[in-house]
């Protein structure tokens, strides 16, 4: 009986502990989470460290697409803009909006890691549609990588900067903004038939006055 009792009361307590439990871990990852994708690390009223206080209010909204992409050439997937700038210590009210019907990210990396678990702002849609949510950004004048991390999207494009206080250099491989580190190589490959054609196309391309001449010619004489 004593067993069954003391059984039953270590029930209770893990019971009453669940939900504290499941709090808790939201409240760590600061994370939300619905059917059309989930919001990680946002912070809306909390100033880094360094921060007296906010030095501006700016709105930014960012597409992300595969229409973007089109400006570049051999990209697939691209946010509408590739660079953002933003004032030391400013609040940033970001709208992100998916024109694509697959799954597609907004991160930032390498924020203080006090205020943006990982020193990541995280935002994700699982198809077309549209998420709100802010950041504070410290005072400290810095570019930050802002990408979407699916596999391969990044290679082939949704790579941009958020540069604060006019950043500290540009990063590489952003679409229209810096070169890539490793160039696409679209190599020829000459056989025989490439040679072939090249040559036919040459001969055609010589030959093309003298028959247009000729024609002229002929077209004249006649009465
Ligand atoms: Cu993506």
New binding site residues.
């Given amino acids: 009986m004593k067993k069954l009792i003391i059984m039953l009361a270590l029930m209770a307590l893990a019971v009453a502990h669940l939900p504290a439990t499941w709090a808790d871990m939201g409240h760590h990852h600061h994370m939300l989470m619905d059917g059309r994708g989930m919001v990680m690390n946002a912070n809306s009223d909390k100033l880094p460290q360094d921060c007296q206080a906010l030095s501006e209010t700016v709105d930014i909204t960012i597409h ?1 697409g595969h229409q973007h992409a089109l400006a570049f050439n051999g990209k697939m ?1 691209a946010f509408d803009k590739q660079q953002w700038d933003v004032k030391p210590c400013a609040k940033i009210n970001i709208t992100f909006i998916n024109d694509d019907h697959i ?3 907004l991160m930032i990396h390498g924020l203080p890691g006090y205020l943006y678990p990982e020193g990541m702002f995280h935002l994700e849609l699982y198809g077309a549609g549209e998420l709100k949510a802010s950041l504070i950004v410290p005072s400290q004048k810095k570019t930050y990588l802002v990408h ?1 991390e ?1 596999p391969q ?1 990044m290679e082939k494009g ?1 790579k941009a900067q958020l540069k604060v206080g006019g950043g500290d250099g540009d990063l590489p491989s952003i679409p229209g903004i810096s070169a890539p580190v490793k160039a696409d190589h679209y190599a020829i490959d000459w056989q025989q038939s490439t040679w072939l054609i090249l040559l036919v196309c040459i001969m055609a391309g010589l030959l093309l006055p003298f028959i247009a001449i000729t024609f002229i010619k002929l077209k004249r004489k006649q009465p």
Avoid: D, G
Wanted: hydrophobic share 45%.
């Fill in positions: 992300a997937f799954r597609h990210q979407c699916l999207h949704m």
